[in-house]
């Protein structure tokens, strides 16, 4: 989606330069004055006329975008709805996809360390279109969470898509 509005913006900025190239003179009018800081009265400039070209100009074509459904069909729309601590080496998260198609998540890391990430409800990682999925992160034998710590939870799908959620833990006993 992103690239869309980028190609987009980008035809728009050329198209814009390409109509003032035509419109503005090549030289303006030199008016050393219109500055003067001096109190005494200065002549106003002649009036110039404005020429407009009657030929076409020559350009080189822009690129287009002629079939944008793969772009945004690709575009993966996940997130996560939420994350519960259920002990100080284990997170839940709810994976929310909002896309048109199933995604994978591939790996996860809490505060940049790798994880292992289960869900008893779906093969692979999967998760379908229009569906939220559980996930527990487990974290590995020599790290556990601190009470009152934030911790950055990150999911990554298999076409790249980086999932970020911030969480707090405050144990539940």
Same mark, same amino acid.
Not at 16 to 24: D, F, P, S
Not at 113 to 130: I, N, R
């Given at each position: 989606?992103?690239?869309?509005?980028?190609?987009?913006?980008?035809?728009?900025?050329?198209?814009?330069?390409?109509?003032?190239?035509?419109?503005? #003179?090549?030289?303006?009018?030199?008016?050393?004055?219109?500055?003067?800081?001096?109190?005494?009265?200065?002549?106003?400039?002649?009036?110039?006329?404005?020429?407009?070209?009657?030929?076409?100009?020559?350009?080189?074509?822009?690129?287009?975008?002629?079939?944008?459904?793969?772009?945004?069909?690709?575009?993966?729309?996940?997130?996560?709805?939420?994350?519960?601590?259920?002990?100080?080496?284990?997170?839940?998260?709810?994976?929310?996809?909002?896309?048109?198609?199933?995604?994978?998540?591939?790996?996860?890391?809490?505060?940049?360390?790798?994880?292992?990430?289960?869900?008893?409800?779906?093969?692979?990682?999967?998760?379908?279109?229009?569906?939220?999925?559980?996930?527990?992160?487990?974290?590995?034998?020599?790290?556990?969470?601190?009470?009152?710590?934030?911790?950055?939870?990150?999911?990554?799908?298999?076409?790249?898509?980086?999932?970020?959620?911030?969480?707090?833990?405050? #144990?539940?006993?």
């Amino acid at each position: 989606m992103n690239k869309v509005y980028l190609a987009l913006s980008i035809i728009i900025i050329a198209l814009n330069i390409a109509i003032l190239a035509l419109l503005v #003179p090549q030289s303006w009018p030199q008016n050393n004055n219109a500055f003067n800081s001096s109190p005494t009265p200065t002549s106003s400039p002649k009036p110039t006329s404005l020429s407009i070209p009657t030929s076409t100009p020559t350009s080189t074509p822009m690129p287009t975008c002629s079939d944008t459904s793969d772009i945004l069909e690709s575009a993966e729309q996940v997130s996560i709805a939420n994350a519960v601590f259920t002990n100080n080496r284990q997170v839940t998260v709810t994976v929310r996809n909002t896309g048109t198609a199933t995604i994978t998540l591939n790996s996860a890391t809490i505060d940049g360390q790798s994880v292992k990430l289960d869900s008893a409800g779906t093969p692979d990682g999967d998760v379908a279109k229009g569906t939220s999925v559980e996930f527990t992160l487990t974290l590995g034998e020599t790290f556990t969470f601190v009470q009152g710590a934030q911790y950055e939870i990150r999911l990554v799908t298999a076409k790249g898509t980086t999932i970020i959620y911030a969480a707090t833990y405050y #144990p539940t006993s």
